[in-house]
């Protein structure tokens, strides 16, 4: 089992940047071939995916609401992967969850990740 620790929220202007980090401890990254993601949830609507990394970095996801705005990366030697998040707007407004996948592929699917994060919230003002 992994733990997660999301950081870097907070409440920002329209147009800003924000950089949310996620380090994790109890099992190394590079140990079991992690997949890293980064999902949402805003009030009143259900999680949803935002962006994904694969064990080695060379492969990344993002939904369409974010892409060419937000990006993933991973630092194994840190166990940490940070998100990005330029050009902010108030529909970006959520708890953002960091999420862990043992092993395979990289997924968009929230299913699929077994350990979760606490969540940092994300307030983006007009």
């Known amino acids: 089992q992994v733990q997660l620790v999301e950081s870097g929220g907070g409440l920002v202007q329209a147009g800003a940047s924000l950089r949310l980090a996620c380090a994790a401890s109890?099992?190394?990254?590079?140990?079991?071939?992690?997949?890293l993601g980064w999902f949402r949830q805003a009030p009143g609507k259900e999680r949803e995916f935002v962006a994904a990394i694969s064990w080695s970095g060379s492969s990344r996801y993002y939904a369409d609401s974010v892409k060419g705005r937000f990006t993933i990366s991973r630092d194994n030697a840190k166990n940490t992967v940070y998100l990005q998040m330029n050009s902010l707007k108030p529909e970006d407004t959520a708890v953002y969850y960091c999420a862990a996948k043992v092993g395979g592929s990289t997924s968009t699917r929230g299913a699929d990740f077994g350990s979760w994060g606490q969540g940092t919230q994300v307030t983006v003002s007009s």
């Open positions: 109890g099992r190394a990254f590079s140990s079991y071939a992690m997949a």
